[in-house]
């Protein structure tokens, strides 16, 4: 009786590990992804280094959050720019191509899709998929402007 319960706890514990483990691989989904030109945007992946822009923007790289407009509204990383997953292939012509962008959403597929469903095929080659902007350990901005921090 006691190896029993040993494989029921054992089970239990490896049931909730891979729980634990999807749930972080979906939360990083293509966190990191660029394009031929994006390269360079690797340095902003880690929150730290993401602040240094919001802090200094560069005028040539833009934050673009492609959440929905009212959770946009609620809070965005300071200084980045809501263009909603749903609005964004219409608005292509405020996104030049010779800028570079770095894309974030939520938790990162939304961010993925709009890169690989708009930007890629309208021949974007700088960008970054930021992933989930709730990595974002400091002050958020609210309203429907960018804001600062």
């Known amino acids: 009786m006691n190896s029993r319960s040993d494989a029921r706890k054992r089970s239990k514990y490896l049931g909730l590990l891979l729980v634990v483990f999807m749930s972080a691989a979906m939360l990083g989904c293509n966190e990191g992804y660029v394009g031929p030109d994006g390269l360079p945007l690797l340095f902003y992946l880690p929150p730290e280094n993401l602040k ?7 005028p040539n790289i833009r934050l673009i959050d492609v959440r929905p407009f009212q959770r946009y509204v609620e809070w965005h990383i300071p200084t980045a720019e809501s263009y909603p997953s749903s609005d964004i292939a219409g608005r292509l012509d405020e996104l030049p191509l010779d800028q570079c962008y770095i894309v974030m959403c939520e938790t990162g597929p939304r961010a993925q899709a709009v ?3 708009v930007l890629e095929p309208n021949g974007y ?25």
Do not use: H, K, Q
Request: proline residues 9%.
């Open 52 to 58: 240094l822009i919001v802090e200094n923007p560069d």
């Open 125 to 149: 080659r700088c960008f970054m998929n930021y992933g989930a902007s709730i990595r974002w350990p400091y002050g958020f901005a609210s309203g429907a402007e960018p804001g600062t921090l």
């Open 115 to 117: 890169i690989e469903n």
